[in-house]
């Protein structure tokens, strides 16, 4: 069993900076980051392998938003930069056997923490 702690969000001006961090207990997976807001369905943000080595980003966070692992720590941070307040959303960590954006093949998936950003 894989328990996911999301933490670091909050209300942020637009152009601001956030960092998410998801500390994970359990074995090792691919992780990713998702994202929901209200009367949209979940999308993917970010995804990256087990290893750290490669990573995948929606095309709306590119050059935005940086996923990183630190695997000593068992922890995944989404750094998140010039926010926009179409970033506004619950953010939510999974963990799977596969890097892929279909949240469906995600077996683990945190709580979720609110990202607020105002205009």
């Known amino acids: 069993q894989v328990q996911l702690v999301e933490s670091g969000g909050g209300l942020v001006q637009a152009g601001g900076s956030l960092r998410l961090s998801c500390a994970a207990s359990?074995?090792?997976?691919?992780m990713g980051w998702f994202r929901q807001a209200p009367g949209k369905e979940r999308e993917s943000v970010a995804t990256?392998?087990?290893?750290?080595?490669?990573?995948v980003y929606a095309d709306s966070v590119k050059g935005r938003f940086t996923i990183s692992r630190d695997n000593a720590k068992n922890t995944v941070y989404l750094q998140m930069n010039s926010l926009k307040p179409e970033d506004t959303a619950v953010y939510y960590c999974?963990?799977?056997?596969?890097?892929?954006?279909?949240?469906?093949?995600?077996?683990?998936w945190g709580q979720g923490t609110q990202v607020t950003v105002s205009s």
């Open positions: 990256m392998t087990w290893t750290g080595g490669r990573a």
């Open positions: 999974a963990a799977g056997p596969f890097t892929t954006d279909e949240d469906s093949r995600y077996l683990y």
């Open positions: 359990g074995r090792m997976f691919n």
